[in-house]
């Protein structure tokens, strides 16, 4: 079974009401009740596809790219420094 690449879209939304749409989507991962988003998981191979069909849809404000796989997740720099600050 191949491991089909995931990206997460954050959409904001006008009311929490009518969530059951964006299940067809891709995969909700977060609610935000307070602050009107939902953040979820679609396949990268139609990325561009599904985020116009989910602009079009009325209760959205808007789809923005989330930027969490660009965040580099290495500490190997974080840890150098701490050894340099225990050393001096």
């Known amino acids: 079974m191949e491991k089909v690449q995931r990206i997460g879209l954050i959409v904001w939304v006008y009311s929490l009401k009518n969530l059951t749409k964006l299940n067809r989507?891709?995969?909700?991962?977060?609610?935000?009740?307070?602050?009107?988003?939902?953040?979820?998981?679609?396949?990268?191979?139609?990325?561009?596809q599904v985020m116009k069909q989910i602009k079009g849809l009325h209760f959205v404000r808007f789809v923005e790219k989330s930027y969490f796989s660009d965040i580099d997740m290495s500490f190997k720099h974080a840890l150098e420094s701490d050894e340099i600050k225990q050393e001096g």
């Open 25 to 48: 989507f891709g995969d909700i991962h977060y609610i935000s009740k307070r602050m009107n988003y939902v953040s979820l998981y679609v396949n990268d191979t139609n990325l561009e």
